[in-house]
C-alpha cells in the first residue's frame, strides 16, 4: 500500500509538500525524502509525533535514543514502519525539525492507496519555499514578539470587555449569608 502525505508550514502560508511512500517504509525513509523535498540537512535531530484531531503530540518517534527515563515506549525512525502507527486517511503527525525553536512540519496522511507499492519514496508536489531548517534565536524571539504585538493590535475587545467595567457598584455584590459560610 502506498500513501500520499501532504506537508503544510505555520511559518510559510504557501509552502506545500505532498510525499508518496510505502506503508512498509520506515520513519527514517520519509524524514530522508521529506529533507530532499526542502533542501535540509539529514544530519540534525528530528522527531515524528503521532497526533490526535487536534494535532495535540501523543507518541514521538525520534530519531536517535535520547537515554529518556520515561515508562513510554521508545521508537526509533530506523526501526519503525510508518504502517505502525498510520491505518487510516486524515491521520496527523508533525515532524520537528528545529528542536532548538520547536518548528515543524504539520502533516496528514491525505490518501491511501492499496494495490500499489513504491521501491523509494517520491515528492509528487513542491509548492513554495520552505522555512529556513535553523534559525537564528535572537530573530526567533523578535517574530515571536512582532506577533504578538500583531495580535495584540487585532484584537477585537478592549480591556473593560475582557475584564469588566473598573467601576465598582457595591449594590451588585451579594453578601448575604457570606458571614455564615465556612470554608475547610
Known sequence: ???????????????RREIEIDADASFRELRDVICESVDYDK???SSFFICDDDWEREQEISLEDMGSDSSQDVYL???????DFIEDEGQRLVWVFDYFTDRSFFIEMK???????????????KMGNA?????????????IDA?????????EFDDDELYGSDSYNEDELDVAGFD???FD
Do not use: W
Request: glycine share 2%; proline share 6%; with cysteine.
Open 147 to 155: 506577533k504578538a504585538a500583531r495580535a495584540a493590535a487585532d484584537s
Open 43 to 45: 544530519n540534525l535531530l
Open 111 to 125: 490518501k491511501m492507496h492499496p494495490g500499489k507499492h513504491l521501491s523509494e519514496p517520491l515528492c509528487t508536489v
Open 180 to 182: 455564615e459560610m465556612t
Open 77 to 83: 525512525m530506523d526501526d519503525t514502519p510508518i504502517s
Open 131 to 143: 522555512p529556513k531548517q535553523l534559525t537564528n534565536l535572537d530573530d526567533f524571539d523578535a517574530e
Open 1 to 15: 500500500m502506498v500513501y500520499t502525505f501532504r506537508l503544510v508550514s505555520d511559518e510559510v502560508d504557501n509552502f
